[in-house]
């Protein structure tokens, strides 16, 4: 599967951007998907993800309460709502999917990455 990532840009600390992801190449809903960012000289981190039908879905601890993950099966596509960002929310965010049964929120249990979308939070 290909994956497809839009929708970065910058804004102040406080507003909100929406990410999108689309999938082509394989059926989309076969697969779990999942958000990861990676800052400046960091390791690439687990934001968020979603199950195969949108039922379940977890978030890191330093993103909950503030993004949300959706996903459309018709429109082969993954959201993440980003709201009340903070200048350490810097990075770059990409999408994956995940073809194994089950939820992972490690970067090595995903199969298929997109190429990321840059968020900078800045006054």
């Known amino acids: 599967v290909q994956l497809q990532a839009s929708g970065g840009g910058m804004v102040q600390p406080g507003g909100s951007l929406r990410l999108s992801c689309t999938a082509s190449?394989?059926?989309?809903?076969?697969?779990?998907m999942g958000w990861f960012r990676q800052a400046p000289g960091k390791e690439r981190e687990f934001v968020a993800h979603?199950?195969?039908?949108?039922?379940?879905?977890d978030y890191a601890d330093s993103v909950a309460g503030r993004f949300t993950i959706s996903r459309d099966n018709a429109e082969n596509t993954v959201y993440l709502q980003l709201n009340s960002l903070r200048p350490e929310d810097t990075a770059i965010y990409y999408c994956?999917?995940?073809?194994?049964?089950?939820?992972?929120?490690?970067?090595?249990?995903?199969?298929?990455w997109g190429q990321g979308t840059l968020v900078t939070v800045s006054s």
């Open positions: 994956a999917a995940r073809a194994r049964l089950g939820l992972s929120s490690r970067s090595d249990g995903y199969d298929y």
């Open positions: 190449g394989r059926t989309f809903s076969n697969y779990n």
């Open positions: 979603t199950s195969r039908t949108g039922s379940s879905t």
